[in-house]
């Protein structure tokens, strides 16, 4: 199993609400990320864990807390979001070892619109 | 601070020929570079990675090469088709697992 998934596909959320995204992965690896990738720009790395401890955490804003249960899950919780954080919400997972160089598997995404 | 830059937004070519995509950084020498392909409203798909002390990779008919004296990654499709249409992203890393992106190339083959 090579997938990445991600759930919801679509969240439509205003500024005052809570709501969460899940990625899941079954593939061992140990090193999960969530990216920010806004229309026409490249994705932008938001957290790192590996092995379920917060390695990297680029600046990004409270109002998003990441969490990973487990190996395999890895959520991002939002909060009082802004419109301007409407984007596409991508998570990925790596298998940090010398031998496989980070290469990174991708979901699908969340299509975030706040209102 | 490090940056990483793909000289064209976009690239239009015939079926059949090669592509050949362009990836810059400045300053320190990534430990790798990798190469991904997206599709509009999709994520990534992780294509090739090429490590600092290696010159050139080759996957079917792809290959990446990887200058550390011009600081420049080339992406090549060879006997290009329309299915290869798509935004191709290059991608330096660190060994800390960190990834940062260029801007991405629209790679569009004409039939």
């Known amino acids: 199993d090579t997938e990445v998934t991600q759930t919801p596909k679509h969240l439509v959320m205003g500024m005052t609400n809570k709501k969460s995204l899940k990625c899941e992965q079954h593939m061992g690896h140990r090193a999960m990320y969530w990216y920010k990738q806004k229309a026409k720009k490249p994705p932008e790395l938001m957290f790192v864990?590996?092995?379920?401890?917060?390695?990297i955490n680029e600046s990004v804003p409270s109002r998003f807390s990441p969490e990973c249960p487990n190996s395999s899950l890895l959520n991002l919780h939002l909060h009082a979001l802004q419109p301007e954080d409407s984007a596409l919400y991508l998570c990925?997972?790596?298998?940090?070892?010398?031998?496989?160089?980070?290469?990174?598997?991708f979901g699908p995404g969340t299509r975030l619109t706040v209102t | 601070s490090q940056k990483i830059e793909q000289n064209s937004e976009a690239l239009n070519i015939q079926e059949g020929k090669t592509a050949t995509l362009t990836c810059n950084y400045t300053?320190?020498?990534?430990?790798?570079l990798q190469w991904y392909r997206q599709d509009p409203g999709r994520g990534p798909v992780f294509l090739l990675l090429i490590r600092e002390n290696e010159k050139e990779k080759r996957k079917e008919r792809l290959k990446v090469t990887f200058d550390t004296t011009l600081k420049q990654s080339l992406f090549h499709i060879t006997a290009s088709q329309p299915a290869d249409s798509a935004t191709y992203l290059c991608?330096?890393?660190?060994?800390?697992?960190?990834?940062?992106f260029g801007d991405g190339t629209t790679l569009t083959v004409k039939p």
């Open positions: 300053n320190y020498s990534p430990a790798y």
């Open positions: 991608a330096y890393g660190t060994n800390a697992g960190k990834s940062t």
């Open positions: 864990y590996s092995y379920e401890k917060l390695s």
């Open positions: 990925a997972s790596s298998q940090p070892s010398r031998d496989r160089d980070h290469e990174q598997y």
